[in-house]
């Protein structure tokens, strides 16, 4: 559909770029920026290599751009014998495999001639065999190859595929000699329509293996078939210390993520999964940046995170999670400010010190901290509560693909896999085991032969593994949201009600204003349904319905009725209770007349309630009536239709809240603090956390004071 054809024009022609002799990528690199408009180069993705031997002699460039110089192969005086050809050849080609795919090439010089002679050779299947086709050139500066027998190969026929020349007298013309040229007018426009042509060329048929879709569309059915397979949790894949490092690669070159972004996406992914008094045990490299933006996220969904950083890394991006966190008043506690035994302080132990790249032994003062992980076991076999532990991509200090060899390292009772399990996850044999990484796009899944569950709804992590048992009767929500206090609502209920229903419909909720009516006739039965606001002001509550309805028999002999709002996201309900009035003829007519005709004969032919022959019946009824009204005459409204209105007597706003772990009971196990929200949305299509649920409610009633009728705010048990 649509969506298709959207997410491929997102996608820049992407070009490797070949330097001149003895020059480098750094240098063509500076030559094009500087000399063409970035109007140009923000069309292209261009990758810049270094030619694969080291300069063997004077560089035209010494004096102007600083070394290292590079060459890509060697020539004798005649050009017509090379050395270190085929070693070139293949270097590139397997650049390409390791971080294509590319669409075209970009030379200068020798790139040039290089880039230029590459397609035909292609094309003969001589080389670059195990990529796909260059389907486009440019070409700076360039030559013909004058070693015969290459020559013959390579322009056995013209190039095929779109190119660009800067070489008098093919294209364009610029009259600096042997140099990047800046574009002049007319080179500027006949780049821009070359750009124009390739982009359009390249992307109405998206490359196979790069395409780009699972960013931002539903799972493929490519992905749904992997999806079947995950119910057995020995299916997935598992990565080595070698796959993982090259995923990242991958993901952080061609695929153009930042590293930023990707430990933005992990750290989201492990706050998503966890919950409560916090310690993120952070080691030097990515994954204890990890844990500094799970610590971040976790302060934000309102939790208290505490960091143990010991070996701060100077680079920028750890300094700047390192000042978000203390801007938030996140504490830093050193090694020796933690508590020898770390039950007593932390619910939680983000064990974010080693991830894929850990080698050797811990050394210290890790080696003393995962000793305190390990030793929080002995609690366990003497029945004292004992902190979870979550570690982040591999539990610390186990061997990356072995696990925890000696068996005496840390047993943590989550583990936050990211991107894919790595080896040693398949000795994980603690109850929750959870994969974050919404970010694999299917490339990256094709290449390793990735099987990954799908991720349910917007959620960041899934649960991989077997689900432990769970004890229903013990499901709570952990609500986080803001506290609801006598004295920030509004006096009048209405105005916190408009309140409530403007952050329902800011926070995007699916028709916040739908609505279960409860009513009991004069047999005192309740019953309720779903219905939907159509209007609310000092007056009351307003819905529009058929009068010949169950609800409606029900409100003629007992005018009182319950309205219930239930904003899941928000965390808040509301019930008003009141009496109820129908609203006047005229309104219910301006109502009637406000609504699509298609409604309007909906109304005239729904005789709710009643026993209908068939669907047929409705169907041609609607039929009828939608020929009858063809030719835009007013519709009546049926005598049926109409509005009430709820006058309310009684409000009452509740707002679920975070508990704090200390409010709960001692046994507790850890089910209660993490989240399972995946095994259970299956069940109940909600978003279900364990936890204990200390709701607020707030009730609103009438009553007098010196003859004034007032709304008396009261705060009820939970
Ligand atoms: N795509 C993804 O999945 C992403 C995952 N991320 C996370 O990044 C880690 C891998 O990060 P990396 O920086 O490569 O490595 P580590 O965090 O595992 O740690 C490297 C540092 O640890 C030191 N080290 C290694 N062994 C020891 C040891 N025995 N004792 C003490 N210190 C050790 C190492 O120092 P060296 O001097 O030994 O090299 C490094 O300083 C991955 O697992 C994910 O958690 C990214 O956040 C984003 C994408
Ligand atoms: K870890």
């Known amino acids: 559909m649509g969506s298709e054809a959207e997410t491929v024009t997102l996608r820049k022609p992407r070009f490797l770029c070949l330097h001149g002799f003895r020059t480098s990528g750094e240098i063509l690199k500076t030559q094009v920026t500087m000399k063409w408009p970035e109007s140009v180069t923000r069309k292209l993705d261009l990758v810049y290599l270094d030619a694969p031997f080291p300069c063997q002699g004077k560089s035209d460039v010494e004096g102007i751009f600083d070394p290292p110089y590079y060459e890509w192969f060697q020539f004798n005086k005649e050009f017509t014998e090379y050395t270190n050809f085929d070693e070139c050849l293949a270097y590139i080609e397997d650049y390409m495999i390791k971080n294509g795919p590319f669409d075209g090439l970009l030379g200068f010089s020798q790139g040039a001639i290089l880039s230029a002679g590459l397609p035909g050779l292609q094309a003969q299947g001589l080389t670059f065999t195990k990529v796909p086709k260059i389907k486009f050139l440019i070409i700076v500066g360039g030559a013909k190859f004058r070693a015969a027998s290459l020559a013959d190969k390579a322009y056995s026929t013209p190039i095929q595929c779109p190119s660009l020349h800067f070489l008098d007298p093919v294209v364009i013309h610029h009259p600096k000699g042997h140099t990047i040229p800046r574009l002049d007018e007319k080179g500027l426009q006949i780049m821009e329509s070359f750009l124009e042509r390739i982009q359009k060329m390249a992307f109405l048929t998206p490359i196979p293996s790069l395409s780009i879709r699972a960013f931002c569309t539903k799972p493929s059915a490519k992905m749904a078939d992997r999806a079947v397979q995950i119910q057995n949790p020995d299916s997935i894949s598992y990565l080595t210390q070698r796959e993982a490092a090259e995923i990242d690669e991958i993901l952080m070159g061609p695929l153009g993520f930042s590293v930023d972004q990707l430990m933005e996406l992990a750290g989201l992914s492990v706050a998503a999964s966890i919950a409560e008094r916090v310690l993120a045990i952070c080691g030097p490299g990515n994954n204890g940046g990890d844990g500094l933006v799970a610590a971040r996220h976790l302060y934000h969904f309102g939790y208290k995170p505490s960091v143990c950083y010991p070996k701060r890394t100077p680079k920028p991006l750890y300094s700047g999670l390192v000042t978000q966190l203390e801007s938030l008043s996140v504490p830093f506690l050193s090694v020796e400010d933690l508590p020898l035994d770390l039950s007593k302080d932390f619910d939680i132990l983000v064990d ?336 279900i956390k364990l936890n204990v649920m200390s709701d607020l409610s707030l009730q609103y009633s009438p009553h007098e004071i010196n003859g004034q009728q007032v709304w008396k705010i009261e705060r009820l048990a939970p």
């Open 352 to 687: 974010a010190m080693f991830g894929f790249s850990f080698h050797g032994i811990p050394r210290p003062p890790f080696d003393d901290l995962i000793q305190r992980l390990v030793s929080l076991r002995d609690h366990d076999q003497t029945h004292q509560k004992s902190p979870v532990i979550v570690s982040i991509d591999i539990p610390s200090g186990w061997h990356v693909e072995e696990g925890d060899i000696g068996g005496e390292g840390i047993k943590p009772d989550m583990l936050v896999s990211l991107t894919a399990p790595k080896l040693c996850a398949k000795k994980f044999c603690g109850p929750q085991h959870f994969l974050g990484g919404r970010f694999v796009p299917p490339s990256v899944a094709d290449k390793y032969k990735l099987r990954l569950p799908p991720y349910p709804g917007t959620s960041m992590c899934v649960r991989i593994g077997k689900a432990p048992k769970i004890d229903i009767s013990a499901l709570r929500e952990n609500y986080i949201s803001p506290e609801l206090l006598e004295e920030q609502v509004e006096a009048d209920p209405i105005d916190q009600f408009c309140k409530w229903f403007d952050d329902a419909v800011a926070a995007s909720l699916k028709e916040p204003n739908a609505m279960a009516l409860s009513t009991a006739g004069k047999d005192g039965k309740p019953s309720s349904r779903m219905v939907l606001l159509k209007g609310v002001d000092k007056d009351g509550f307003v819905w529009y319905t058929n009068y010949d309805s169950r609800k409606a028999h029900d409100l003629s002999d007992n005018p009182h009725a319950s309205l219930l709002f239930y904003w899941d996201g928000l965390n808040r309900q509301v019930r008003v209770e009141g009496s109820v009035q129908r609203v006047s003829d005229e309104e219910s007519e301006q109502y009637f007349h406000s609504r699509p005709r298609g409604s309007q004969i909906g109304a005239i032919v729904s005789k709710q309630s009643t026993v209908v022959p068939g669907r047929h019946v409705l169907l041609q009824q609607h039929k009828e009536l939608e020929e009858k009204f063809s030719d835009g005459s007013l519709i009546p409204k049926p005598k049926h239709w109409g509005g009430y209105r709820l006058k309310p007597e009684l409000f009452e706003f509740w707002q679920g809240q975070k508990s704090r772990l200390h409010d709960r009971a001692a046994d507790q196990n850890i089910l209660s603090i993490l989240r399972v929200d995946v095994i259970l949305c299956l069940v109940v299509n909600l978003v």
